[in-house]
């Protein structure tokens, strides 16, 4: 079993990807979880452990109370109690104005993006709790930019959804800091993934630094917040945006 144990949720590709390679260099034992794409989970799985880490890819929708659930179970039998969350699972939904929405469309974005998050934070919290007899951990929630400027235009869902994780963040931070757990927020910026791939060139250009932000360098902030380095930060929104409000 190893001392520090992390779940990353969608982390066989992008920002998740990067942060789970990272976070295994920092010898972390760390649990791939990922929706449908094996291949890749078991890829980044694979790289880990090529490198002497301890790496597990499970299956699970986030926004399942049941899946959730196994997930940790599964952790917990593997790799030992879980010291890290990154709730990095999400998707951005169709892009349109919010006349067009279906109720479909609103519905699942909002239990992939939040119920998500709160369905695996009462996970993690139950086994890091230093009020449940754990050694208490640190949880890294993932949102956005757009959670403040809205995303008028096709994304205003998506951008609400991100709203949400800012003020779930920062009301869970305050609530458990007195149980051993941190609780902070990276909201990246235009970042090169498959979410933004079909915009990603004309969107760069609008950005200070004049381009977009690669995966590994939101790793970098994410895993950092995990660490023991952050031990007196809580309740932190890390915006990494390249100098974009």
Known sequence: MSDKVTIVTGGSRGIGRATALLAAKAGHAVCINYASDQDAADSVCAGIIAHGGKALAVPADTSSQ????????????????????????????????????????????????????????????????????????????ISSGAAVIGSPGGGVLYAASKGAVNSFSTGL?????????????????????????????????????????????????????????????ACANLRVSGGKP
Request: glycine share 10%.
């Open 66 to 141: 049941a899946d959730v659930i196994r997930l940790f179970e599964t952790v917990d039998r593997e790799l030992g109690p879980v010291t890290g969350l990154v709730n990095n699972a999400g998707i951005h939904g169709p892009r349109g104005p919010v006349k067009d929405l279906t109720e479909a469309d609103i519905r699942r974005v909002l239990e992939v993006n939040v119920l998500g998050l709160f369905l695996c934070a009462q996970q993690a919290i139950k086994r890091m709790s230093t009020d449940n007899g754990g050694a208490g951990g640190a949880i890294v929630n």
């Open 173 to 233: 931070a305050q609530e458990v800091i007195g149980q051993g757990i941190r609780v902070n927020t990276v909201a990246p910026g235009l970042t090169e993934t498959d979410m933004t791939r079909a915009t990603l060139e004309k969107r760069a250009k609008a950005t200070p630094m004049g381009r977009a932000g690669r995966p590994e360098e939101i790793a970098q902030a994410i895993v950092f917040l995990l660490s023991d380095e952050a031990s007196y930060i």
